[in-house]
Structure formats: structure tokens, C-alpha cells
């Protein structure tokens, strides 16, 4: 089978069920595992290089404003590989390739290749999106396999936070302007024995202002922003911080949103492991290749009892 991945998060799933031989192109994005930047690259970003979060805002508001797209789908690319499968998605158009776009390129190539549309919006929809996979490509028992594996840690992390004290966290997906994690994410807090301070299980991120986040009284902050590593996250953190921007006090976190926050696939249980971590120190693992304190806040320990 030759399988074009359009979604970061799916062509890692595609390597982790054991079809990454199967992977005959991808997205610029497409960056774990490793192996994947030696596949074709059929779809690019439409927006410049080294804008800030403020001016990437701006740029895609503009952009969808006028109906333009935000990738370039290399239809050529596409007509050379021939793939059976095309997998991408039709949950938000700043993440992808949208799949009336896949549709419109295969017909225009007379491609017959099937296209799989995967459209997580919670944790469960994102470990039933591998069974999915796995299925299209012929390894329904790897995944499933794998799945158990992913469902044995959360439920490790379950059993260690157990009883103690949930903190209320909030989840910045985006700095400038602020916008609350959606989708997954507030699964993820839950899971890690914490309160979601904002956003809501399955519903779309959302701008909030300064004051509303302050009003939610939380007891932690993690800086998660999509497209960005744990570095990038740092340095938008310590601005953030830096300008008053965030409510005063509150231990400021940066996580690496690429590898464990915003790509709905298997690593989204290290970030599960990552906030227990963060909101349950001395009892559940710190994961500090994921997650690094920006500001300390108070001198109260989060999650003590």
C-alpha cells in the first residue's frame, strides 16, 4: 500500500503501528519519527517564514478571511507517487490541508486513491483515530495493541494521582493573541489529575481576554503553542510573563506543544504524563524534556496537600 499522510499526527501514528514503509510522502510538518523527513513533501505552508504568533494571527485571519488557502498541495508530487491512501483531516483549516482541496487535486489527477479524513476532537477520539488507521492500512492488531499500551499509562497516571488535590490549569494554546486549549487537551488535564480552568472536552480552542483568564482563578498556567518546540514555548512564556500578560502569582509552565500537546497522536500521553508531572510533583515523573517552569509564582508547591 502507498499512503500519502497529510497531518503530522497521523503520519506518526502511520510509523508507530508499524506502516512507516507504507508512508510514500508527507507534509513539511511531518517531523517524528526522524525517519519521516526522508519522505516526499506533497504540502507546504502558504504563509512567510519568521512571523511572530501576533503577525501569524493576522496573516491567517486574512488569509481565510479571503478564501485563500493556508498550504500548497503539490498536486504534481501527487500524481507521482500514486498513493491508495491519502489520510488527512476536515477539523480545522489552519492545521492542514483541507480534504475538499484532497478531493478536488485526486479528481483533477484521476487518482483513484481513498481518501481517510481523521477528525479527533477528545483524547478517546484520538486513540480510536489509530484503530482507524490501522485498520485502512491493514494492521488493525498493531494498533489496537499499541492503543493498549497508551490506555496502561493513563491508567497508571490515574492510580498515582489518586485522591490528592486537583489543581485548576489553564492551557494557552496561543500567545498573541491569548487563545485557551480545546479539543483533546482538557481530556489531558483531566487524566492528569488536574481541573481544566478553561475550555471545554471536544469544543474548538478560543481568544480570551487578560481579565477572563484571571477570573478563572487558576493555580497553574502551561504555555502550549501550536507550532512551536519547547524552546519556542519558553521564549513566548518568559514574554508573556515578562509583560504582565498573565495573571500575577500563578506558576507559569512552557511544554513542548508540538511533540505532546497539539498533535492529536500517541505522544499526547507523554503530555498527560507531563501535566501530572507538572501538578503533582515528588508523585508523579517530572518529564523535563517536555515541560520546564518559567515562573515559580507562589512558593506554594502545586498539587501539595
Given at each position: 500500500?502507498?499512503?500519502?499522510?497529510?497531518?503530522?499526527?497521523?503520519?506518526?501514528?502511520?510509523f508507530a503501528i508499524g506502516a512507516g514503509d507504507d508512508v510514500v510522502g508527507v507534509t513539511f510538518e511531518c517531523d517524528f519519527p526522524q525517519e519521516a523527513r526522508s519522505r516526499p513533501i506533497v504540502s507546504t505552508s502558504a504563509l512567510p517564514e519568521a512571523l511572530d504568533p501576533a503577525q501569524i494571527d493576522l496573516e491567517v485571519r486574512t488569509r481565510m478571511d479571503a478564501g485563500e488557502d493556508l498550504y500548497h498541495l503539490d498536486e504534481n508530487a501527487l500524481?507521482?507517487?500514486?498513493?491508495?491512501?491519502v489520510v488527512t483531516q476536515d477539523l480545522c483549516a489552519v492545521c492542514a490541508v483541507d480534504v475538499t482541496t484532497v478531493d478536488?487535486?485526486?479528481?483533477?489527477?484521476?487518482?483513484?486513491?481513498?481518501?481517510?479524513?481523521?477528525?479527533?476532537?477528545?483524547?478517546?477520539?484520538?486513540?480510536d483515530s489509530v484503530v482507524v488507521i490501522g485498520r485502512a492500512t491493514g494492521r488493525t492488531a498493531d494498533a489496537e495493541h499499541l492503543v493498549g499500551q497508551l490506555r496502561t499509562r493513563l491508567t497508571s497516571v490515574a492510580e498515582a494521582v489518586a485522591g490528592r488535590p486537583r489543581p485548576r490549569v489553564a492551557v494557552v494554546e496561543w500567545t498573541d493573541p491569548l487563545f485557551c486549549a480545546g479539543h483533546w487537551v482538557p481530556d489531558m488535564i483531566t487524566s492528569a489529575g488536574a481541573v481544566c480552568a478553561l475550555g471545554?472536552?471536544?469544543?474548538?480552542?478560543?481568544?480570551?481576554?487578560?481579565?477572563?483568564l484571571t477570573r478563572a482563578e487558576p493555580d497553574v498556567i502551561v504555555v502550549a503553542p501550536c507550532g512551536y518546540d519547547l524552546s519556542g514555548a519558553e521564549a513566548l512564556a518568559t514574554t508573556l510573563v515578562g509583560q504582565g500578560v498573565l495573571p500575577p502569582g500563578v506558576p507559569v509552565w512552557a511544554v513542548d506543544a508540538d511533540a505532546a500537546f497539539v498533535r492529536p497522536g500517541p505522544r499526547l500521553v507523554d503530555g498527560v504524563e507531563?501535566?501530572?508531572?507538572?501538578?503533582?510533583?515528588?508523585?508523579?515523573?517530572?518529564?523535563?524534556?517536555?515541560?520546564?517552569?518559567?515562573?515559580?509564582?507562589?512558593?506554594?508547591?502545586?498539587g501539595s496537600a
Amino acid at each position: 500500500m502507498r499512503v500519502v499522510s497529510l497531518l503530522p499526527s497521523t503520519t506518526e501514528i502511520l510509523f508507530a503501528i508499524g506502516a512507516g514503509d507504507d508512508v510514500v510522502g508527507v507534509t513539511f510538518e511531518c517531523d517524528f519519527p526522524q525517519e519521516a523527513r526522508s519522505r516526499p513533501i506533497v504540502s507546504t505552508s502558504a504563509l512567510p517564514e519568521a512571523l511572530d504568533p501576533a503577525q501569524i494571527d493576522l496573516e491567517v485571519r486574512t488569509r481565510m478571511d479571503a478564501g485563500e488557502d493556508l498550504y500548497h498541495l503539490d498536486e504534481n508530487a501527487l500524481e507521482d507517487l500514486a498513493p491508495d491512501l491519502v489520510v488527512t483531516q476536515d477539523l480545522c483549516a489552519v492545521c492542514a490541508v483541507d480534504v475538499t482541496t484532497v478531493d478536488a487535486a485526486l479528481d483533477h489527477l484521476g487518482c483513484d486513491g481513498t481518501v481517510l479524513t481523521i477528525d479527533p476532537a477528545t483524547l478517546d477520539d484520538v486513540l480510536d483515530s489509530v484503530v482507524v488507521i490501522g485498520r485502512a492500512t491493514g494492521r488493525t492488531a498493531d494498533a489496537e495493541h499499541l492503543v493498549g499500551q497508551l490506555r496502561t499509562r493513563l491508567t497508571s497516571v490515574a492510580e498515582a494521582v489518586a485522591g490528592r488535590p486537583r489543581p485548576r490549569v489553564a492551557v494557552v494554546e496561543w500567545t498573541d493573541p491569548l487563545f485557551c486549549a480545546g479539543h483533546w487537551v482538557p481530556d489531558m488535564i483531566t487524566s492528569a489529575g488536574a481541573v481544566c480552568a478553561l475550555g471545554e472536552p471536544g469544543q474548538r480552542s478560543y481568544p480570551v481576554a487578560h481579565e477572563v483568564l484571571t477570573r478563572a482563578e487558576p493555580d497553574v498556567i502551561v504555555v502550549a503553542p501550536c507550532g512551536y518546540d519547547l524552546s519556542g514555548a519558553e521564549a513566548l512564556a518568559t514574554t508573556l510573563v515578562g509583560q504582565g500578560v498573565l495573571p500575577p502569582g500563578v506558576p507559569v509552565w512552557a511544554v513542548d506543544a508540538d511533540a505532546a500537546f497539539v498533535r492529536p497522536g500517541p505522544r499526547l500521553v507523554d503530555g498527560v504524563e507531563a501535566l501530572a508531572g507538572i501538578c503533582h510533583p515528588g508523585v508523579a515523573a517530572p518529564r523535563p524534556e517536555l515541560a520546564t517552569l518559567v515562573s515559580a509564582g507562589s512558593d506554594v508547591p502545586v498539587g501539595s496537600a
